[in-house]
């Protein structure tokens, strides 16, 4: 691996968000994650996680709550304190119409296995049911009025058939008679105190399934509505579970994040009992959500991370922190040697630091020249609102960011330790969901993109902002919104989220090319090369392929060796999510996930596919600095079994963690952007405390 020197940044500090509900659809294979802030996260869940994009709750809105999330097919509902049922536009990345429910709180929702309908269980104890229609939805009725907030529903498969719970209480309901057909009482730990029912299935056969605040999972019979068996499965409250798509297997967990895995036995007399099996700790914290599907499962709570599982076929477990997607985040200031901290309310303008030394040990931190780096200025968001993306010129002097509810550019003029910031009235301007800074024609452009295409403004060497060019979606041969892109100062590579790619000449907005695409898996990330030859994309399989941006066309590189990929490399269970060319060596390109860095060499042969992995270096970045400047690379003695592997054109480090995001800066520097897990650990709150190994 050649040798960088790496600025360790580390003072980015992200605001842990926990995550509330989780929702799967198996038909569209999407994943929505919401978090504590409100806000929803779309993954594709084809292969591996990809987080697609991210829903901003309003601006200024007092009513925004979600409280439980149900997909029917590709459309995506939430309930919450409001009273209301919010469905969601996934182009616009905003909510979309709101339905009013009978009255009270909607603690939760659930969509039955046709798509047809939705049932939500509200806090004066009503469950109201809507049909689910292409203009939207439609209210039918409401079911028997019951003692108590209902906080949990399952539909039978039938369609016909509700399990719902409540203080003390398990219903199952018929929807044509609106009575319920069975009541099942939990019972007590303690005589005044409640027993709150937090999470219920059901399965074909009316075996309903519960959790409660007693740390019990419970098997009922629906028909006769009798207790088979209570299971004392965690030490405390159990939050959530979930059946896999046989049935055969159920799943629990809570605030005691022990999952417990639960599946069925057969009797000597055919009778099926549901027995405990395997169990295993998946977090630190309480769990609040978890999802089965056909070939994974996906679990979420308070330590913020979403954790994906393959068990118990294999007991492995991911872990992906919650960092900012890729048009939020961080974005580099190359000739200006700074960078833009972008946060949920606020934006961060830093000057890097330097340093002389260009030798040293690998993994030694290096002195800088002058002192850490300079916070250049800080600007705040209005309350209520919400930073959407944002951009950053390559020369520093311009800025621009857009929220959930205002488009805002604005001029930088930096000294030694502080900027002034001016702000531009940007014409006829509306929130968007990308913004780009670039040089043209000794002039600084800027461009937004919505869902409804892209609009184009020059700025004047007055300041004055004028409209240049606007094209639409169909202007750009794109069927949905744009979910990723990269540029530099005359080319443009641009992919919708059906993951169309088209390349778009800056200088007279004209496409390019239409690249090839990959059915079987989703684009994890984009990269164009300095020269705007060749665009680098990376797929949720693990895969990647390289493509003549001018002939829209496979290069040889990825007809013949982009082939070659270790099986290793393959089954990683975490895509790439960054691309970096490393623009005075056209042959070399970085991609990252959150914790492995791997360089592409092209001018060596690819690794055999039964070929292992191997890592160059440790994690060896220190923990107590802020920001460092440290070198990192390979140092092999010669003629070393591991060098002859490394010689290979694809090698690995795991230098850095929780990675948000990985820049080329100039010769041999990069800016490496990480939030390390101690920073994020110490904003949750206290876990369940368990007594371990006889120590308290």
């Given at each position: 691996m050649p040798s960088f020197r790496a600025h360790s940044v580390r003072f980015y500090q992200l605001e842990a968000k926990a995550i509330t509900c989780i929702a799967h659809s198996s038909s569209h294979a999407l994943l929505a994650v919401a978090r504590s802030d409100s806000s929803v996260e779309i993954w594709s869940t084809l292969h591996t996680p990809v987080l697609q994009f991210v829903i901003h709750p309003p601006p200024a809105s007092e009513d925004v709550s979600v409280e439980s999330l149900a997909w029917a097919g590709g459309r995506l509902f939430s309930c919450g304190l409001h009273g209301q049922v919010v469905e969601y536009d996934l182009d616009k990345r905003i909510e979309a119409k709101r339905y009013p429910v009978t009255s009270g709180p909607a603690w939760c929702l659930a969509v039955d296995r046709s798509c047809t309908r939705l049932a939500v269980g509200t806090e004066d104890g009503f469950v109201c049911l809507f049909s689910i229609s292409e203009e939207g939805l439609e209210y039918e009725k409401v079911l028997d009025r019951q003692e108590g907030r209902i906080l949990c529903a399952s539909w039978h498969p039938d369609s016909v058939h509700i399990a719902t719970g409540s203080t003390d209480t398990v219903r199952l309901w018929n929807i044509e008679t609106g009575h319920p057909t069975?009541?099942?009482?939990?019972?007590?730990?303690?005589?005044?105190?409640?027993?709150?029912?937090?999470?219920?299935?059901?399965?074909?056969?009316?075996?309903?399934?519960?959790?409660?605040?007693?740390?019990?999972?419970?098997?009922?019979?629906?028909?006769?509505?009798?207790?088979?068996?209570?299971?004392?499965?965690?030490?405390?409250?159990?939050?959530?579970?979930?059946?896999?798509?046989?049935?055969?297997?159920?799943?629990?967990?809570?605030?005691?994040?022990?999952?417990?895995?639960?599946?069925?036995?057969?009797?000597?007399?055919?009778?099926?009992?549901?027995?405990?099996?395997?169990?295993?700790?998946?977090?630190?914290?309480?769990?609040?959500?978890?999802?089965?599907?056909?070939?994974?499962?996906?679990?979420?709570?308070?330590?913020?991370?979403?954790?994906?599982?393959?068990?118990?076929?294999?007991?492995t477990t991911v872990r992906i922190p919650a960092l900012p997607p890729a048009s939020t985040g961080v974005k580099l200031a190359r000739e200006a040697r700074s960078l833009l901290l972008t946060y949920s309310t606020s934006l961060q303008l830093w000057r890097l630091g330097r340093s002389s030394h260009t030798t040293g040990a690998i993994g030694s931190v290096l002195p800088l020249d002058g002192g850490e780096p300079?916070?250049?200025?800080?600007?705040?968001?209005?309350?209520?609102?919400?930073?959407?993306?944002?951009?950053?010129?390559?020369?520093?002097?311009?800025?621009?960011?857009?929220?959930?509810?205002?488009?805002?550019?604005?001029?930088?003029?930096?000294?030694?330790?502080?900027?002034?910031?001016?702000?531009?009235?940007?014409?006829?301007?509306?929130?968007?969901?990308?913004?780009?800074?670039?040089?043209?024609?000794?002039?600084?452009?800027?461009?937004?993109?919505?869902?409804?295409?892209?609009?184009?403004?020059?700025?004047?060497?007055?300041?004055?902002?004028?409209?240049?060019?606007?094209?639409?979606?169909?202007?750009?041969?794109?069927?949905?919104?744009?979910?990723?892109?990269?540029?530099?100062?005359?080319?443009?590579?641009?992919a919708d989220v059906t993951d169309t790619v088209v390349s778009l000449n800056l200088d007279t907005l004209a496409i390019i090319s239409r690249f090839p695409g990959c059915t079987d898996a989703n684009i994890s990330s984009m990269g164009l090369s300095p020269?705007?030859?060749?665009?680098?994309?990376?797929?949720?399989?693990?895969?990647?392929?390289?493509?003549?941006?001018?002939?829209?066309?496979?290069?040889?590189?990825?007809?013949?060796?982009?082939?070659?990929?270790?099986?290793?490399?393959?089954?990683?269970?975490?895509?790439?999510?960054?691309?970096?060319?490393?623009?005075?060596?056209?042959?070399?390109?970085?991609?990252?996930?959150?914790?492995?860095?791997?360089?592409?060499?092209?001018?060596?042969?690819?690794?055999?596919?039964?070929?292992?992995?191997?890592?160059?270096?440790?994690?060896?970045?220190?923990?107590t600095d802020t920001c460092s400047v440290s070198s990192f690379g390979s140092q092999m003695t010669s003629g070393s079994k591991m060098e002859q592997s490394l010689s290979a054109g694809l090698r690995m480090s795991r230098k850095f963690d929780h990675l948000v995001s990985l820049h080329h800066l100039d010769k041999d520097e990069v800016v490496a952007v990480e939030v390390k897990p101690s920073a994020i650990e110490s904003q949750l709150p206290p876990s369940l405390k368990q007594k371990k190994f006889g120590a308290s």
């Open positions: 069975a009541r099942m009482v939990t019972g007590r730990s303690e005589r005044n105190k409640e027993t709150i029912v937090w999470c219920v299935r059901v399965t074909s056969d009316l075996t309903v399934i519960s959790g409660d605040s007693r740390g019990k999972t419970s098997f009922w019979n629906g028909r006769t509505g009798t207790l088979m068996d209570s299971i004392q499965s965690h030490k405390a409250d159990v939050l959530t579970l979930t059946l896999s798509a046989d049935e055969t297997t159920a799943y629990s967990t809570g605030v005691d994040p022990t999952l417990m895995h639960f599946q069925t036995v057969v009797k000597n007399d055919g009778r099926r009992k549901w027995v405990k099996s395997l169990h295993r700790v998946i977090s630190s914290h309480d769990v609040r959500a978890v999802v089965a599907t056909e070939t994974m499962m996906y679990s979420g709570g308070m330590d913020t991370y979403l954790t994906v599982h393959n068990y118990p076929a294999h007991r300079v916070k250049l200025a800080e600007i705040g968001v209005k309350q209520g609102e919400t930073v959407t993306c944002s951009a950053v010129h390559s020369g520093g002097q311009y800025l621009a960011y857009s929220t959930n509810a205002r488009l805002r550019l604005l001029k930088v003029a930096s000294s030694s330790e502080r900027a002034e910031i001016s702000r531009l009235s940007v014409p006829d301007s509306e929130p968007c969901h990308h913004l780009c800074l670039w040089s043209w024609s000794g002039q600084v452009r800027l461009m937004t993109l919505s869902s409804d295409g892209l609009n184009v403004y020059n700025i004047g060497e007055d300041d004055s902002i004028s409209p240049v060019h606007s094209l639409s979606l169909a202007d750009l041969g794109l069927t949905r919104a744009i979910g990723r892109l990269d540029h530099n100062n005359d080319t443009m590579v641009l020269d705007s030859k060749t665009c680098f994309i990376s797929y949720s399989n693990n895969k990647f392929i390289e493509v003549d941006v001018m002939l829209g066309k496979f290069t040889k590189f990825s007809r013949e060796e982009a082939v070659k990929l270790p099986k290793n490399w393959l089954s990683r269970r975490t895509p790439v999510t960054n691309i970096v060319h490393i623009e005075n060596n056209e042959d070399l390109i970085l991609m990252n996930d959150h914790n492995i860095l791997a360089v592409l060499d092209k001018d060596k042969e690819m690794p055999e596919p039964s070929s292992k992995l191997f890592f160059t270096d440790p994690r060896a970045t220190p923990d």
